[in-house]
């Protein structure tokens, strides 16, 4: 008996031992749905991986992702996030309006959004330190940056020239976004002027209405449309010799005059993380909304040169980069 | 079918191996188990304990200093915020009527404080003159009231003021500081707290430990998971938050406790006392005694390995110890049982065991070389006895034959001459040839009383009546008892039970006693010679008893007529009563002797009782 017991104990100890690093097993699939075009996003794509890779998720490896991309038509969205719950898939990343569409379309499979609009408002969540659903994810104060980045052309062209201001009409916060700018360019008393393209054609259309109205500057509103039309809205303000701040600093790294906001891809490698943790078993429910902290102000001085604009020393101090 | 039969022989050879016959293997197989068990047990526990103790010790330490050193660094964090926040209390950032160049100041000192997300600057009056912000519009001299605020009126030239934790939209961790200047105008920051993440989130606690902030009310502040701070969790119910709340800077005692996760970790804790918040680290408990577990391991094989030396060394006690025993008490049991004294046990080593088979074969030795001696000893005494016996009977005989032959020479003379008379008495002679009849019968009786006694039986046991025995000897020496003139007086039992023994030897016994009272009263002369003989059942034996009227027995030779060698007669060999005694012992009986009253011996012999009904 005692040498049962012995052995007993043993075993005990054996077992009571803990399995460390546990690695995950078997090929996870995620969907990541987009309502913007695959080319132009693929820097958000990549961060998505590495995001997924830190928590040791390795496409090809563990892991499968499933690209579903509207190519900027938010009515194609429904359908593909459909796709997506059929295959199934065990996570949906999803950014702003992409994730108002999966969420329509399922309250079980887990979201996680990188949104630029508040997701409160759009309802995606209860409240950010508690989703309290299927959904979590980034949030990017969007609608709070757009009024800096009014702020800053405020203080980089003359005082009574008007800004015109792009925003998407497609946005289910542009009402909200254009009364914000509204309301601080009174309070910075400027004039501003409110253009909604919707379409890629509307876009040419909108510089063309922008110089007739002698806008003298242009913010484009941080939107997908308007990330994925990154190299148009580019060359259309240097076509008009127009100064444009931008959400992305991409956007300066490929020409624009200068942006403000958080890192977009930063923000895609957060859902990234996220997205691998809901693999691993968290709940989005109690994962909170997560905001970015960091505001990176980007100047391209070439094109500042080619528009034959002064920035103001003050400004330049302050910036986070400047592009010589 | 072979293979199936070997192995189950092999399983049965295994299975004899888990046998507990007798007593001596479990008792060896508890005590080698218990002194392995034991020893082995006693230094894994020490070392087990030890280690655990001297490894729990080195991790508080190293824990202790991890959070002492990460709690400095916030420390410094903060600091440094105190600082920028301090230059702002200073010319040319302190005026009453800020202008956009005071704004752009003021907008650099967030471009060099990335925590800091909002800056302003209140007036002597608690008025707002300047705002900047990271996420909302900059703003001069918008003149809102914080006159009431703590921000306004605790802050002071000294020292700095700082809010409790807040949460901005339920979510993001932000603490409001606030310095005066010595124009009375305040510089306010909120800081965003996420960046202590930074600090927290890069000290490495072992593979799965973490170090976190808790603010004065419990709540979590810094946690490596970051979500855990978003959702605003209270940690004050957590035993080692309220520890330390408690112990107010004091390092406390709680070294072990459960964390957000319901992880069982070591805990240690420093606080970051400028801001009444506590840095813990923790490491899980199941990490951080990995290597005593494997040192339980270790001890644990070491445990087997050693009930398998213990299990092993039972092999070798059963080969080398406990079968010897057994063939030893089983040879034992066989020579018990044959009663064959030349069996010799085979036992060839040099051990206790061999030499304790030596031992037995020589006592084997002894023991039948004894048992030949007594027996040729017991042969020659019985000879010898014979043949003393038959000295005496010889006489006897003599006498007693010579007596009839006289009467008969005696009859045939007296028969002649009543024929030779001229005229034959026959009536006399038929009276004379009677008496010669009658004379030789009694001849040819004693004739064949000797010849039983004398009769070369072979000793052999059979159930024999001592009465008839009695009577048979006293016929024998009918003779002497005449020529001694003595008196018989015999009370025999009619109902006695016969005994289980060698008849030639019984007769031989009580022979024995007869002559030797007959001839002890020979020198009695004034009282009557009587020869009391009488038997008795007195189960389980029967008793014989032969009392004299002689003079009996010296009290001081009482003890030694039984000796061999020891007689009262002149002509005697000592021997009589030495055999009597040695038949009757050997028969399971007893002889012994007592003095009659008032003078006289008395012989007492006892016998046990045959069983019944044999022949």
Redesign the interface.
Known sequence: M??RE?IV??GG??F???A??QAPQGVAVVGFLHSGMAQVNAGIAEAFRQGLKEIGYVENKNLRIEFRWADDRNDRLPALAAELIRRPVAVIAANSVSAVAARAATTTIPIVFQSGIDPVLSGLVA????PGGNTTGVSF?AS??E??KL?LMHEIIPEAAVIAVLVNPNNPQADIQVSDLQA?AD??GRKITILKPGSEADLDAAFATLAQEGAKAVVVIGDPFFNSRRKQLIALAARHAIPAIYSNRENVDEGGLISYGASLPEAYREVGIYAGRILKGAKPA??????P???EMVVNLRTARALNLALPS?LL??A?KVIE | MIERAKTSALLSDLASLFRFRGRVRPKFVLVITTVVCVALLSTAMFEVFFSYQDRKAALIRIQHEQAAEAASEIVEFMRNIEEQLSWTTHEPWTTTAPTRQNRDLWRMVLRQVPAITDLALLDASGREQLRVSRLSLDAIGSGADFSKDPKFLEAELSRPYRSPVYFRGGSEPYMTMSQRARNGSVSVAEVNLKFIWDIVSQIKVGEHGQAYVVDGRGHLIAHPDISLVLRNTDLSNFAQVEAARTSSGEPASTQLAEDVYGRKVLTAQAAIAPLNWTMFVELPVDEAYAPVYSLITRVGILLLVGLLLAFIADLFLVRWIVQPLERLEKFASTVRETKDYTLRVHHNSDDEIGRLAVAFNEMLSELSAARERESSDQFELARVSRLTTMGAMTASIAHEINQPLAAIAANANAGLRWLSRSEPDIGEVHAALKRINNDAHRASEVIQGIRAIFKKAPQHAAAVDLNELVLEVLGLVHGELINYRVLVKSDLNQHLPRVRMDRVQLQQVILNLIMNAVEAMGSVEDDPRVLAVTSRAQEPNVMLTVEDTGPGIDPMRKDRIFDAFFSTKSSGMGMGLFICRSIVEAAGGRLWATAAEPHGAIFHLTLPIGEAGDG
Not at chain 1, 127 to 130: E, K, P, V
Not at chain 1, 286 to 291: A, F, I, S, Y
């Open positions: 005692k040498r012995f104990f043993l100890i054996a009571a031992l803990p460390l690093g409240s950010l330190g508690h104060f709070t940056l009024v800096k702020e601080a309070t910075l109690d994962l909170p909304v997560l905001q902290t960091k505001f003050a101090d302050r986070d």
